[in-house]
């Protein structure tokens, strides 16, 4: 019948940018991400602002950096595609500039390797006796994997024979 009000804790605007500027030493963010963040602490939006910008001039925010890692975190340990990885930093509202910069990460020796292994992996766990089926399994796996369409047919085409 009665409900207890809830008392959420309140901070200074001091304590929220220490806070999130640890939150942003553990890991490289995204602008979006550290916005979202700050929603939770319910500041009025020069706050907001104020806080922002002290963590970009401090450099705990940086959308470039940001971009950078994330491209080369997810190639080399989940084997993202290119274009997986771009629509991942689209979601993340990376610029188109950003994005670029950060495939630049990516070197296209090891992209190949790594397409060729992963579809090598792959086509030895695949119990499918029909080639036709083994293939479509493989590209749709490749496909989920963000890799682009002509690059998939090729090493299907070298791997499956």
Not at 138 to 156: A, P, S, Y
């Amino acid at each position: 019948m009665f409900k207890p009000m809830i008392k959420k804790k309140s901070f200074t605007v001091d304590e929220i940018k220490r806070k999130l500027e640890n939150y942003c030493v553990y890991q490289d963010r995204s602008h979006k991400e550290v916005e979202q963040k700050m929603y939770e602490y319910n500041l009025i939006p020069e706050a907001k602002e104020m806080i922002l910008l002290s963590l970009m001039k401090d450099n705990f925010l940086n959308e470039e950096r940001f971009a950078k890692s994330f491209a080369r975190g997810k190639f080399r340990i989940k084997s993202w595609g290119k274009q997986r990885i771009v629509r991942e930093l689209k979601f993340r509202d990376i610029s188109a500039y950003n994005i670029k910069t950060a495939l630049k990460e990516i070197d296209e020796d090891e992209y190949l390797k790594t397409i060729y292994r992963i579809t090598e992996n792959r086509n030895e766990v695949i119990s499918e006796t029909d080639n036709y089926k083994r293939k479509k399994k493989l590209i749709d796996f490749l496909m989920r994997k963000g890799f682009e369409n002509e690059l998939i047919f090729k090493v299907v085409a070298e791997v499956v024979s």
